[in-house]
């Protein structure tokens, strides 16, 4: 109960993260923790709030992969700087996604060579990793229709064949990562939520 713990919420646009997230804060308020930091990727700090902008909303200029890639490291590096490595140690951390993102989007989706995530990773120094990963997996057709298409962002207006590239390479990675826990979040609310409570319960009561 006094260990303090760093949890990742981590799935494609539209699985339900942010209810999941608020949804844990409850959780851990019910086991009377209440020293939480609530954060989410790209963003976290007022830096990098700003490369989440451009990220998600180029104002019509086109942004390479690349260049996408580096914003995102760029942000992950305030963030880690900022918030993570200051309080990993005397706060509980609850991240809506985290390095994993990177993996599944970049490599899986873009296509990008896994050997330049690696330097990036060892650039920035991220050895900073989450005791426990919840990934919501849902199929790319159901999560963009939870999406309010109005308000679609440069990455929500993907193709499902993108999305479909990055669900499989999130569920490549989490089949063969313990510290990933996958949870069917193409079910109702109430069994998602229910699903989520056992691992949340177990992490705390272990």
């Known amino acids: 109960m006094n260990k303090k713990k760093f949890i990742v919420i981590e799935g494609i646009n539209g699985a339900g993260k942010t209810t999941i997230c608020n949804y844990i804060i409850k959780l851990l308020k019910n086991f009377n923790i209440k020293n939480i930091i609530k954060t989410h990727e ?46 990993i140690n005397i706060n509980w951390i ?3 996604r985290y390095d994993l993102s990177t993996y599944a989007y970049q490599i899986g989706g873009r296509n990008i060579n896994k050997k330049n995530i690696l330097f ?20 790319p057709v159901i999560a963009l ?11 929500e207006k993907e193709s499902i064949n993108f999305f479909s590239r990055v669900r499989k390479y999130y569920l490549r990675i989490a089949k063969k990562n313990k ?7 193409n079910n109702k609310l109430k069994n998602v939520k229910s699903s989520v409570k056992k691992i949340i319960n177990k992490l705390i009561l272990v």
Do not use: C, M, W
């Not at 309010?148 to 990455?155: E, L, M, V």
């Open 42 to 87: 790209p963003g976290g700090t007022p830096i990098a709030e700003k490369l989440r902008k451009i990220i998600k909303f180029s104002q019509g200029e086109k942004i390479s992969y690349k260049t996408e890639l580096l914003l995102i490291y760029a942000a992950r590096l305030q963030l880690l700087d900022n918030i993570i490595r200051k309080n």
């Open 179 to 185: 510290t990933i826990k996958i949870v069917d979040a």
């Open 94 to 96: 609850l991240s809506d």
């Open 145 to 155: 229709q939870r999406i309010n298409n109005k308000n679609y962002d440069r990455i």
């Open 120 to 139: 990036l990773q060892n650039f920035i120094k991220n050895n900073i990793k989450p005791d426990i990963i919840i990934y919501l997996d849902v199929n």
